[in-house]
């Protein structure tokens, strides 16, 4: 009938590799906090202070995973984030931090978690202002 039917031996699956930026930012973009955290755990492959490296690293518009999840209102990813230390209060160049970009996009859900995590609800930007002030806008 002219049926191939011969098994085809299956593929090896590609050797793991270490937690990437590029990588870490897929994660919070789908919003994949089981998969974070199985590479997180894997000291083996992702040393803590390679982690720490990874978690800070800012893409080309210069903002942290953090950030990013905050922006797209990822609530389950932030807390994760903020549970591997990183700095809720760190600003970029214009005087943004955290609390900041989550206010700007309006998610209610990540500005709770961020105040009950000790983020600073008086950081001023650039231009002095502070997180409730770009959410009343």
């Not at 191939?4 to 906090?33: H, N």
């Not at 214009?94 to 709770?112: D, E």
């Not at 978690?113 to 502070?130: C, H, P, W």
Request: glycine share 4%; proline share 7%; aromatic share 6%.
């Amino acid at each position: 009938l002219g049926i191939d039917l011969t098994i085809q031996p299956e593929e090896e699956a590609p050797p793991p590799e270490p937690l990437s930026a590029e990588r870490l930012f897929d994660y919070v973009c789908i919003g994949d906090v089981d998969i974070l955290k199985l590479d997180l755990t894997n000291e083996e492959l992702n040393p803590v202070e390679q982690v720490i490296d990874v978690l800070n690293e800012r893409d080309y518009l210069g903002h942290n995973s953090i950030e990013m999840a905050a922006k797209m209102g990822k609530p389950p990813m932030v807390q994760e984030l903020i549970n591997r230390s990183m700095d809720i209060n760190a600003k970029v160049s214009s005087g943004y931090a955290v609390m900041h970009q989550a206010a700007a996009w309006n998610k209610l859900q990540v500005l709770r978690i961020l105040y009950f995590a000790g983020a600073d609800v008086q950081s001023k930007t650039m231009y002095e202002e502070r997180p409730v002030e770009i959410a009343k806008r």
